[in-house]
């Protein structure tokens, strides 16, 4: 974009297969309000060839981001050593993008646009991600969070965090990306680098954990808390549903 800030999304092939998750990502873009721009700024990172394949049949910005040794292709459920895996190599390859001076919208592809996010971030935070349960501050380290949301800001601070963050894996083995950050989201590291995390409301950034209730403020709805690709593509096509139908009873 102008200001340099790049919408980022992964996936693998059981995500990008036909009529399934990609297909209705994409389409949310189209469906939403103003949103149908920011398709000229999304970069789908694809993580294995078929994913990448795929991705340059439906989309102009395609990256394949290859892992020696291991097979990111099929559907990996949660918390099996191949997904932890995954979401490692994410944080990895994010803090990349925060190197060559790139600001970021991280988005899993289960996750619905309905609203130019920008518009509800915060002015003053280096780092801001949504949240599985909101309590009502920006600042409050006992918020939630959620990996699968995420906006980053290019700095020397935002390099050094994802740097801490991905190195933290070895500290807390067998624990995924979104666990550890729980863990070190209060680290006395993160208070000498001086990064500013705030934490995105619910009511704006919502999810299957802590839905937003108000289709007239609502920019993204996650499928968290829902474990599995069948349910996950159930539960996003039913919400855009949803939102075509608020969209069609607006008064013009």
Not at 18 to 39: M, Y
Not at 87 to 96: K, S
Not at 209 to 217: A, G, I, V
Request: a negative charge; aromatic letters at 14%.
């Amino acid at each position: 974009m102008v200001d340099n800030t790049v919408i980022l999304t992964t996936l693998n092939e059981a995500w990008a297969a036909p009529d399934s998750v990609l297909d209705i990502f994409l389409e949310s873009f189209r469906t939403g309000e103003c949103t149908d721009g920011l398709l000229e700024h999304l970069v789908i990172v694809a993580l294995d060839g078929k994913a990448y394949e795929r991705c340059k049949s439906m989309h102009p910005h395609c990256y394949a981001l290859k892992t020696e040794g291991v097979d990111f292709s099929q559907e990996k459920r949660f918390m099996t050593e191949d997904y932890l895996k995954m979401m490692w190599r994410r944080i990895d390859f994010l803090r990349v993008v925060l190197e060559m001076g790139y600001d970021f919208i991280f988005t899993d592809t289960d996750i619905l646009w309905f609203r130019n996010p920008s518009l509800f971030f915060y002015p003053d935070g280096d780092f801001q991600i949504a949240c599985d349960h909101y309590y009502g501050n920006p600042d409050d380290l006992g918020n939630s969070p959620n990996g699968g949301f995420n906006y980053a800001r290019s700095s020397n601070r935002t390099i050094e965090f994802y740097k801490f963050w991905y190195e933290s894996r070895e500290k807390y083995p067998g624990k995924h990306d979104q666990d550890v950050l729980n863990f070190i989201k209060g680290d006395q590291h993160l208070r000498d680098i001086s990064l500013v995390m705030k934490f995105l409301p619910t009511v704006n950034f919502g999810g299957l954990c802590e839905p937003s209730r108000d289709l007239n403020k609502v920019c993204t709805m996650h499928t968290n808390c829902c474990i599995g690709l069948t349910g996950k593509v159930n539960d996003l096509k039913v919400m855009l549903e949803d939102w075509r139908l608020y969209r069609a009873c607006r008064p013009a």
